[in-house]
Protein backbone atom coordinates (compact mmCIF):
# COMPACT_ATOMS: atom_id res chain seq x y z
CA UNK A 1 0.00 0.00 0.00
CA UNK A 2 0.66 3.85 -0.27
CA UNK A 3 3.05 4.94 2.47
CA UNK A 4 3.62 8.88 3.61
CA UNK A 5 3.66 10.97 1.01
CA UNK A 6 4.80 14.68 1.30
CA UNK A 7 4.99 17.86 -0.85
CA UNK A 8 6.47 20.11 -2.22
CA UNK A 9 10.13 17.74 -2.61
CA UNK A 10 12.03 21.01 -2.35
CA UNK A 11 11.04 24.12 -1.88
CA UNK A 12 13.17 27.47 -2.02
CA UNK A 13 11.59 30.71 -1.08
CA UNK A 14 12.82 34.34 0.04
CA UNK A 15 13.10 35.24 3.48
CA UNK A 16 9.58 36.93 4.25
CA UNK A 17 7.68 34.59 2.35
CA UNK A 18 5.27 32.33 3.81
CA UNK A 19 5.32 28.73 2.78
CA UNK A 20 2.94 25.41 3.32
CA UNK A 21 3.89 21.86 3.25
CA UNK A 22 1.30 18.83 2.79
CA UNK A 23 1.65 15.38 4.42
CA UNK A 24 -0.69 12.53 3.44
CA UNK A 25 -0.86 10.18 6.03
CA UNK A 26 -0.92 6.53 5.59
CA UNK A 27 -5.18 5.54 5.01
CA UNK A 28 -6.77 4.56 8.85
CA UNK A 29 -3.14 5.99 10.66
CA UNK A 30 -4.93 8.37 13.48
CA UNK A 31 -1.65 9.69 14.55
CA UNK A 32 0.04 12.19 12.58
CA UNK A 33 3.88 13.83 13.58
CA UNK A 34 5.74 16.85 12.44
CA UNK A 35 9.43 16.80 12.68
CA UNK A 36 12.41 19.19 11.61
CA UNK A 37 15.57 17.67 10.73
CA UNK A 38 18.77 19.97 10.42
CA UNK A 39 22.20 19.19 10.18
CA UNK A 40 23.74 18.34 13.50
CA UNK A 41 20.44 18.85 15.20
CA UNK A 42 18.52 15.60 14.48
CA UNK A 43 14.69 15.32 14.73
CA UNK A 44 13.32 17.84 16.35
CA UNK A 45 9.47 17.27 17.26
CA UNK A 46 7.05 20.24 16.50
CA UNK A 47 3.52 18.62 16.69
CA UNK A 48 1.47 15.75 16.92
CA UNK A 49 -2.17 15.04 16.27
CA UNK A 50 -4.11 12.09 17.79
CA UNK A 51 -8.07 11.47 16.44
CA UNK A 52 -10.15 14.22 17.37
CA UNK A 53 -8.01 14.79 20.63
CA UNK A 54 -6.40 18.97 20.73
CA UNK A 55 -2.85 18.87 18.80
CA UNK A 56 0.21 18.32 21.00
CA UNK A 57 1.31 21.80 20.13
CA UNK A 58 4.70 21.89 22.62
CA UNK A 59 7.29 21.83 20.07
CA UNK A 60 6.47 24.58 17.35
CA UNK A 61 9.41 27.08 18.08
CA UNK A 62 7.34 30.25 17.36
CA UNK A 63 4.33 31.50 16.82
CA UNK A 64 5.17 31.59 13.04
CA UNK A 65 4.03 27.94 12.90
CA UNK A 66 1.13 26.23 12.30
CA UNK A 67 -0.25 22.97 11.17
CA UNK A 68 -3.73 21.75 10.45
CA UNK A 69 -5.26 18.37 9.98
CA UNK A 70 -8.51 18.20 7.96
CA UNK A 71 -10.69 15.69 8.29
CA UNK A 72 -8.13 13.36 10.33
CA UNK A 73 -6.24 13.01 6.75
CA UNK A 74 -3.91 15.29 5.38
CA UNK A 75 -1.75 17.72 7.51
CA UNK A 76 -0.41 21.11 6.73
CA UNK A 77 2.33 22.61 8.17
CA UNK A 78 2.84 26.41 7.61
CA UNK A 79 5.24 29.23 8.20
CA UNK A 80 4.94 32.44 7.64
CA UNK A 81 7.60 35.14 7.67
CA UNK A 82 10.08 32.69 7.20
CA UNK A 83 13.80 33.13 8.80
CA UNK A 84 16.96 31.56 7.08
CA UNK A 85 17.25 29.66 10.29
CA UNK A 86 14.17 27.27 8.97
CA UNK A 87 16.06 25.84 6.51
CA UNK A 88 15.79 22.15 6.83
CA UNK A 89 13.91 19.28 6.29
CA UNK A 90 10.83 19.16 7.18
CA UNK A 91 9.46 14.98 7.81
CA UNK A 92 5.98 14.11 8.55
CA UNK A 93 5.16 10.48 10.40
CA UNK A 94 1.79 8.87 10.70
CA UNK A 95 1.58 6.26 13.14
CA UNK A 96 0.10 2.97 14.03
CA UNK A 97 0.43 1.42 17.88
CA UNK A 98 0.94 -2.20 17.37
CA UNK A 99 -0.40 -4.65 19.61
CA UNK A 100 2.67 -4.48 21.35
CA UNK A 101 1.82 -0.76 22.38
CA UNK A 102 4.99 0.37 20.67
CA UNK A 103 4.37 3.77 18.64
CA UNK A 104 5.88 2.66 14.94
CA UNK A 105 5.84 5.95 12.79
CA UNK A 106 6.11 5.61 9.36
CA UNK A 107 8.28 8.61 7.81
CA UNK A 108 7.53 10.08 4.28
CA UNK A 109 10.19 11.17 2.09
CA UNK A 110 10.79 15.08 3.64
CA UNK A 111 9.98 18.45 2.39
CA UNK A 112 13.80 20.01 2.23
CA UNK A 113 12.91 23.97 2.71
CA UNK A 114 15.64 26.51 1.60
CA UNK A 115 15.01 29.88 2.72
CA UNK A 116 17.24 32.15 0.75
CA UNK B 1 21.08 18.57 29.07
CA UNK B 2 19.26 16.37 25.88
CA UNK B 3 16.50 13.76 27.20
CA UNK B 4 18.42 11.55 24.69
CA UNK B 5 22.08 11.30 23.98
CA UNK B 6 23.77 9.80 21.09
CA UNK B 7 27.16 10.29 19.47
CA UNK B 8 26.55 11.79 15.93
CA UNK B 9 29.97 9.90 14.83
CA UNK B 10 30.80 9.56 12.02
CA UNK B 11 32.08 5.60 12.47
CA UNK B 12 33.57 4.03 10.00
CA UNK B 13 34.22 0.51 10.17
CA UNK B 14 35.56 -2.45 7.74
CA UNK B 15 32.84 -5.05 6.16
CA UNK B 16 32.25 -8.23 8.51
CA UNK B 17 33.08 -5.90 11.66
CA UNK B 18 30.62 -5.83 14.56
CA UNK B 19 29.43 -2.34 15.25
CA UNK B 20 28.00 -0.79 18.62
CA UNK B 21 25.71 2.32 18.83
CA UNK B 22 24.55 3.59 21.55
CA UNK B 23 22.23 6.06 23.36
CA UNK B 24 21.76 7.17 27.13
CA UNK B 25 18.84 8.80 28.42
CA UNK B 26 17.55 10.50 31.54
CA UNK B 27 13.64 10.32 31.43
CA UNK B 28 13.01 7.54 33.92
CA UNK B 29 9.13 6.95 32.50
CA UNK B 30 10.19 6.31 29.13
CA UNK B 31 9.32 2.27 28.22
CA UNK B 32 9.63 1.99 24.71
CA UNK B 33 12.54 2.11 23.20
CA UNK B 34 13.37 1.88 19.22
CA UNK B 35 15.84 1.94 16.78
CA UNK B 36 15.18 3.75 13.10
CA UNK B 37 17.66 3.29 10.31
CA UNK B 38 17.35 6.18 7.74
CA UNK B 39 19.49 6.03 4.73
CA UNK B 40 20.31 9.72 2.75
CA UNK B 41 17.95 11.77 1.44
CA UNK B 42 14.90 9.51 2.84
CA UNK B 43 12.64 9.37 6.25
CA UNK B 44 14.05 6.76 9.40
CA UNK B 45 12.40 4.11 9.28
CA UNK B 46 11.53 1.23 12.43
CA UNK B 47 14.22 -1.56 12.34
CA UNK B 48 14.14 -2.80 16.15
CA UNK B 49 11.60 -2.04 19.24
CA UNK B 50 11.99 -3.30 22.75
CA UNK B 51 9.79 -2.95 25.92
CA UNK B 52 11.76 -2.31 29.44
CA UNK B 53 14.87 -3.88 29.86
CA UNK B 54 16.38 -6.89 28.22
CA UNK B 55 18.04 -8.04 24.64
CA UNK B 56 16.01 -8.50 21.73
CA UNK B 57 17.55 -10.22 18.37
CA UNK B 58 16.51 -9.81 14.72
CA UNK B 59 18.64 -11.41 12.61
CA UNK B 60 22.06 -9.72 12.80
CA UNK B 61 20.62 -7.31 14.88
CA UNK B 62 20.28 -6.98 18.20
CA UNK B 63 18.78 -4.34 20.27
CA UNK B 64 19.74 -4.11 23.97
CA UNK B 65 17.98 -2.05 27.12
CA UNK B 66 19.56 -1.43 30.62
CA UNK B 67 17.06 1.02 32.44
CA UNK B 68 18.75 0.69 35.61
CA UNK B 69 21.60 2.53 33.45
CA UNK B 70 19.27 4.28 31.27
CA UNK B 71 21.50 2.77 28.40
CA UNK B 72 20.78 1.26 25.06
CA UNK B 73 22.57 -0.61 22.39
CA UNK B 74 21.94 -1.77 18.86
CA UNK B 75 24.57 -4.29 18.07
CA UNK B 76 24.87 -4.98 14.40
CA UNK B 77 26.97 -8.81 13.86
CA UNK B 78 29.01 -9.24 9.94
CA UNK B 79 28.14 -5.63 9.18
CA UNK B 80 27.46 -5.49 4.90
CA UNK B 81 28.10 -1.99 2.98
CA UNK B 82 24.32 -1.88 2.60
CA UNK B 83 23.81 -1.13 6.78
CA UNK B 84 25.62 1.80 5.99
CA UNK B 85 22.97 4.63 6.89
CA UNK B 86 22.44 6.96 9.89
CA UNK B 87 21.31 4.79 13.46
CA UNK B 88 18.40 7.08 15.57
CA UNK B 89 18.09 6.01 18.62
CA UNK B 90 14.29 6.78 19.82
CA UNK B 91 11.98 6.53 22.86
CA UNK B 92 8.72 7.11 24.30
CA UNK B 93 6.70 6.21 27.61
CA UNK B 94 4.23 4.37 25.63
CA UNK B 95 0.31 5.14 23.29
CA UNK B 96 0.57 7.66 20.94
CA UNK B 97 2.94 9.86 23.34
CA UNK B 98 5.52 12.14 21.76
CA UNK B 99 8.95 10.02 20.48
CA UNK B 100 11.59 11.60 21.44
CA UNK B 101 15.03 10.82 19.12
CA UNK B 102 18.56 10.64 19.65
CA UNK B 103 20.60 12.80 17.23
CA UNK B 104 21.62 9.88 14.79
CA UNK B 105 25.08 8.05 14.61
CA UNK B 106 26.20 7.91 11.06
CA UNK B 107 27.27 4.69 10.19
CA UNK B 108 30.01 4.02 7.13
CA UNK B 109 30.54 0.35 6.31
CA UNK B 110 33.45 -0.08 3.83
CA UNK B 111 33.99 -2.86 1.62
Known amino acids: GAGVSQSPSNKVTEKGKDVELRCDPI?????LYWYRQSLGQGLEFLIY????????KSGLPSDRFSAERTGGSVSTLTIQRTQQEDSAVYLC??????????????FGPGTRLTVL | QKEVEQDPGPLSVPEGAIVSLNCTYS??????FMWYRQYSRKGPELLMY????GNKEDGRFTAQVDKSSKYISLFIRDSQPSDSATYLC???????????FGIGTKLQVIP
Open chain 1, 93 to 106: ASSSRRSSGVNEQF
Open chain 2, 50 to 53: TYSS
Open chain 1, 49 to 56: FQGNSAPD
Open chain 1, 27 to 31: SGHTA
Open chain 2, 27 to 32: NSAFQY
Open chain 2, 90 to 100: AMNSGGYQKVT
